[in-house]
């Protein structure tokens, strides 16, 4: 079987004169699943059978490609569950790629669904008691956090994933993925970096749906403070130089500007996440009658294309696809 290149994998994404849309899925363990997220209306955690008919579907509304984030039965300090080999990520990904052809399967990478502690990294013992805002490197062993980050997207990628999404926003964490793939024989995995992730009150239905709200503290000591414009394009320079095939911005709405000035200096593929919060208000909003949803959210798209990216990762991704075909 012949092995195609991250650029080739990396282009299935590119659309001239135009945005490409990737949708985003939750996934748990056991069969015949569907829970609907109260925070996020239309969105649902699956069952990995229904998943695939999920994502079967969305492949012959014609998006290119999906986001699997997983929510495992057991949670533990070391977020073991992220990086197993029969981890419920994987196991997704290896239901999909046997029955959904032509669609690209992307991972995130992250350990904030797989801790016992909701963070995004190993937490140091001393920092889960303190009370005053806490530096990276006194709240999270970053040394050991990269590891585990590098073992979650190889194990990924060795289960079928065609693109690896890292978003812990841990420094160094693209450059650790790299290797980890290159040194495996996975030079063709391409890396989506969530470069630019900021610190964002918009994020709190995604933890409902993912289960992944921190039990203490915040992560502000690794995300990025909101009113902080230039740290983004420090941030993007540091992934493209640890090789990420494409960069992103998130959220997408409050960060237009952003969006504006990451495109303007990097030739990299821009993506950007239009996140939960964001989808929410607009189903809020539209089921009061107080907007035309399509209209909002086609306007929303523009928008956030408008401003440079390319990719848009929405949970309105499939019903956009429909309004196209239209």
């Known amino acids: 079987m ?6 080739s994998i990396v282009q299935k994404l590119v659309r ?11 996934v748990v363990e056991g069969k015949g699943i569907k829970n609907p997220v109260k925070s996020m209306p239309g969105v649902f955690q699956f069952s990995i059978d229904n998943l ?9 509304l014609g998006i290119p490609a999906v986001i699997i984030f ?5 949670k ?26 032509d669609i690209l399967v992307i991972t995130d990478v992250c350990l904030c669904e797989y801790t016992s502690h909701g963070h995004c990294g190993v937490v140091k013992e001393a920092a889960k008691t303190k009370t005053t805002p806490c530096s990276l490197s006194e709240f999270i062993d970053l040394k050991q956090t990269l590891k585990l980050l590098a073992e979650t997207a190889l194990s990924q990628a060795r289960a079928g994933a065609d693109m690896v999404a890292p978003s812990a926003m841990m420094h160094g964490q693209v450059k650790a993925i790299r290797a980890a793939l290159d040194k495996s024989g996975l030079k063709h995995i391409p890396i989506m970096g969530y470069s630019v992730k900021y610190a ?11 289960l992944s709200a921190p039990k203490f503290g915040d992560r502000s000591s690794y995300q990025l403070n909101p009113s902080d414009g230039d740290v983004s394009l420090k941030e993007v320079a540091a992934d493209i130089k640890e090789d990420a095939d494409i960069v992103m911005v998130k959220p997408a709405l409050p960060y237009l ?37 399509k209209k909002i959210v086609l306007e929303i798209m523009t928008a956030i294309h408008r ?18 075909k239209e």
């Open 2 to 7: 012949s092995i195609v290149s991250r650029k």
């Open 16 to 26: 001239p004169q135009d945005y490409s849309l990737i949708m985003p899925y939750f």
């Open 52 to 60: 695939v008919k999920e994502v079967a579907a969305a492949k012959k």
């Open 70 to 74: 997983g929510i495992p039965s057991k």
């Open 76 to 101: 533990d300090l070391l977020a073991t569950g992220a990086y197993a080999a029969d981890g419920i990520v994987q196991k997704a990904i290896e239901a999909i790629k046997k029955k959904v052809k």
């Open 200 to 210: 964002s009150a918009f994020y709190g239905p995604f933890r409902d749906a993912a």
């Open 257 to 293: 500007d952003i969006i504006r000035r990451v495109k303007d200096k990097v030739k990299l593929p821009l993506a950007a996440y239009n996140v939960s919060g964001e989808y929410a208000m607009v189903k809020a909003a539209a089921k009061n009658g107080w907007v035309d949803e």
């Open 307 to 324: 401003a440079g990216a390319g990719i848009i990762i929405s949970y309105h991704a499939c019903d956009i696809a429909r309004w196209r």
